[in-house]
Structures are given as C-alpha cells and as structure tokens.
C-alpha cells in the first residue's frame, strides 16, 4: 500500500507560479511510475506529467497544454515528487492529484493508477 500526500496548491493571478509536492510512503522510485493528474468542475480527470526511473534513466511525460509550463521531478532523498507550474492560466485552475503505480507509465495511463492521494485546489485568477 502506497500512501501519498500532496501539497502546495492554493489561489494565484494568471502568469503567476505555484509548486505541489506529492509525498510518497516509498523507500525508491526506482521503477514506479508517479504521475499528477487534474479533475476541474464539471470535467473528467486529465493526466498532467507523469515520472520514471528505470534503469539509470529518468523519463518525463507532459500533456500538450502544460509542455514548456510545467516540470516534474523527483526527489528521492525526500521521496517527494514535484509539479513546477509556471505561466499559469485559468484553464489551470482544478484539483490536483499524486497518482503512483508499480507499473509502467504506459501500462499505467491505461489501466489505471493504483494509488492515489487526496487531491490539492489550484486556483488561477483572470
């Protein structure tokens, strides 16, 4: 069973910054694949990044909206996984969640993550 426990969102202006953390009860991230996901009012959850470090490599997935605005990056000294987002939008604005699987991302993405933490508002002002 992994637990995870975001933080770090809350209520920022367009073009603003803000960074979730996503703490992870995992003792690597080695071959586990930890993704953020969003669920705005009224829409259905969309993935945003997801992470993996597998055999000395580290891979990094973006959807196309947040590519070249947001970074994800772990670091597993803190087991925490990071969301950057920068140039923030209103179209950002959403519940943000930690997702983590033993899986691949690609398996993952398509079954479904098996954990999940509670979620953190991000809340971008016009």
């Known amino acids: 069973q992994v637990q995870l426990v975001e933080s770090g969102g809350g209520l920022v202006q367009a073009g603003g910054s803000l960074r979730l953390s996503c703490a992870a009860s995992v003792r690597t991230f080695n071959n586990i694949a930890m993704a953020w996901f969003r669920q705005a009012p009224g829409k259905q959850r969309e993935f945003v990044a997801a992470?993996?470090?597998?055999?000395?490599?580290?891979?990094?997935y973006y959807t196309d909206s947040v590519k070249g605005r947001f970074a994800i990056s772990a670091d597993g000294a803190e087991n925490t996984v990071y969301l950057q987002m920068n140039s923030l939008k209103p179209e950002d604005t959403a519940v943000y969640y930690c997702a983590a699987d033993g899986r691949s991302v690609a398996i993952a993405s398509r079954v479904g993550f098996s954990y999940w933490g509670q979620g953190t508002q991000v809340t971008v002002s016009s």
């Open positions: 992470i993996s470090h597998v055999g000395g490599s580290t891979y990094t």
